[in-house]
Nanobody
Framework: QVRLVESGGGLVQPGGSLRLSCVASGSIFSINAMGWYRQAPGKERELVAIISQGSPGDYAENVKGRFTIAYDNAKNTAYLQMNSLKPEDTAVYYC??????????????WGQGTQVTVSS
């Protein structure tokens, strides 16, 4: 079994910054990609950023230039640095990972989510 645990969410004023972390643990042979998604009330879950082995990361248009995704392979940990936060960034942020636990298949796992609220 694989577990993803997010942390770092909270309340921040517009223009502020937060850094989210996601630690993957359990039966992990390799991780192909890790990503951050978010879901605001009444809206569908959307991709924020994703990073895979050897890639610099891909971002949703509405966060480009403000958010940065990073991955520490040795720690099985993904980070999302969020700068210049806006009220519309308010959402529950979820971590996702494509994990191989042995064998040929990768499976997707989700964290429990961490709340980010941008408000004055």
């Amino acid at each position: 079994q694989v577990r993803l645990v997010e942390s770092g969410g909270g309340l921040v004023q517009p223009g502020g910054s937060l850094r989210l972390s996601c630690v993957a643990s359990g039966s992990i042979f390799s991780i192909n990609a890790m990503g951050w998604y978010r879901q605001a009330p009444g809206k569908e879950r959307e991709l924020v950023a994703i990073i895979s082995q050897g890639s610099p990361g891909d971002y949703a248009e509405n966060v480009k230039g403000r958010f940065t995704i990073a991955y520490d392979n040795a720690k099985n940990t993904a980070y999302l640095q969020m700068n210049s936060l806006k009220p519309e960034d308010t959402a529950v942020y979820y971590c996702n990972a494509d994990v191989n636990s042995g064998g040929s298949r990768f499976y997707k796992y989700w964290g429990q989510g961490t709340q980010v609220t941008v408000s004055s």
